[in-house]
């Protein structure tokens, strides 16, 4: 199920791309500033290449690749974001 970033609180966004950023494997040699990995990571969302998966079984949020998330998945996102933009 895919949750629209704008339904978090800002806590709980901020805590969500925290622990995306700070995942063993997530840095690959990569020397960016921590708060430059956040702030990517925030406008991925912000601009829709990044989704935000929430996984009902393991009750658990996680980013994702827009392209790597079904179809289906994001017509019904979409929809979510019109009826909260009304």
Same mark, same amino acid.
């Given at each position: 199920?895919?949750?629209?970033?704008? &339904?978090?609180?800002? /806590? =709980? $966004?901020?805590?969500?791309?925290?622990?995306? %950023?700070?995942?063993?494997? #997530?840095?690959n040699?990569?020397?960016?500033?921590y708060?430059?990995?956040? &702030?990517?990571?925030? /406008? =991925? $969302?912000?601009?829709?290449?990044?989704?935000? %998966?929430?996984?009902?079984? #393991?009750?658990?949020?996680?980013?994702?690749?827009?392209?790597?998330?079904? &179809?289906?998945?994001? /017509?019904? $996102?979409?929809?979510?974001?019109?009826?909260?933009?009304?």
């Amino acid at each position: 199920m895919l949750i629209p970033y704008q &339904q978090l609180s800002e /806590a =709980a $966004l901020q805590g969500l791309l925290e622990d995306f %950023v700070s995942r063993d494997g #997530t840095d690959n040699g990569d020397e960016t500033p921590y708060q430059t990995k956040i &702030q990517r990571a925030r /406008a =991925a $969302l912000e601009s829709k290449q990044a989704v935000i %998966v929430f996984d009902t079984a #393991t009750q658990q949020c996680q980013l994702c690749l827009r392209h790597m998330v079904p &179809q289906e998945w994001l /017509a019904q $996102l979409h929809r979510l974001d019109g009826a909260s933009s009304t």
